[in-house]
């Protein structure tokens, strides 16, 4: 008896762990019911190609899943009764997993990026720094723009007001000023918004690179003679100096 009664509560106990286990949102398979797993006695069927064929038993609508060499997929278990397709299951699951890797190849995340200056930078590093910001809004993204200020330069916001206002002059074509300048502690921020989308600026960047590869695969020896002029470019620099200093 008491083997017995030791059974029986841990029968009971397991029961309670799968109950709660489901209760919180957990289940057996994702996927659907197909072929003999499917318990009901009767199904809603649809056919191969999308046709309703009407309520029928289940064992009607194996034995047409097996004249069709398809499986029978229960799609709609909720309903009374059961809505069940006829299809090539192994197929479907793939052409759902290729659709779904395409999705999120195409899934478009705008990303913030920060470029920082000081209110008194170089001109040659300011251009530096513009084109970084230009390359940021071309590819659709965000760019917070971050004025350092140092000692006495805090007593001069206007200089970096005035940087502001000069960088977002300077790409009002690509980008618009998203949040207005702001002290922030020592530092003066910005946000550039840009005018693409995230996605058009990746689809046109897609374009860009097929267009490249689809030139380079016309034209190998343009593309030969375009290295070997970058080649001659990057050693040409190196007599420079001899010249300065014989003109010296």
């Not at 140092?150 to 977002?168: I, K, T, W």
Request: charged share 30%; aromatic share 6%.
């Amino acid at each position: 008896m008491a083997s017995l009664g030791w059974s029986h509560n841990r029968r009971n106990a397991a029961v309670r762990q799968t109950v709660a286990w489901c209760y919180r949102g957990g289940s057996i398979s994702a996927e659907p019911r197909i072929n003999d797993r499917i318990r009901v006695p009767e199904v809603r069927l649809v056919g191969p190609s999308g046709e309703q064929v009407g309520i029928v038993p289940l064992a009607k609508a194996l034995e047409l899943a097996q004249e069709y060499d398809l499986d029978l997929v229960e799609v709609a278990a909720t309903a009374r009764p059961p809505v069940c397709k006829l299809m090539d299951y192994g197929k479907f699951k793939y052409e759902s997993a290729m659709k779904a890797r395409e999705a999120r190849k195409n899934q478009a995340h705008t990303v913030i990026k920060e470029m920082k200056l000081r209110p008194k930078i170089d001109p040659h590093d300011y251009d530096t720094k513009k084109g970084h910001v230009v390359r940021f809004l071309k590819q659709g993204d965000k760019v917070k723009i971050t004025i350092m200020f140092r000692g006495r330069e805090q007593s001069r916001p206007e200089l970096g007001f005035r940087l502001l206002q000069r960088l977002a002059s300077d790409v009002e074509d690509l980008g618009f000023i998203e949040s207005n300048p702001k002290q922030d502690g020592r530092n003066m921020i910005m946000v550039l918004g840009p005018h693409k989308k995230k996605t058009e600026a990746m689809a046109e960047a897609r374009e860009a690179q097929a267009a490249r590869k689809a030139d380079a695969k016309a034209n190998p020896g343009r593309s030969q003679n375009s290295a070997e002029g970058e080649e001659y470019s990057e050693e040409a620099p190196a007599e420079a100096p001899a010249e300065a200093n014989a003109e010296a």
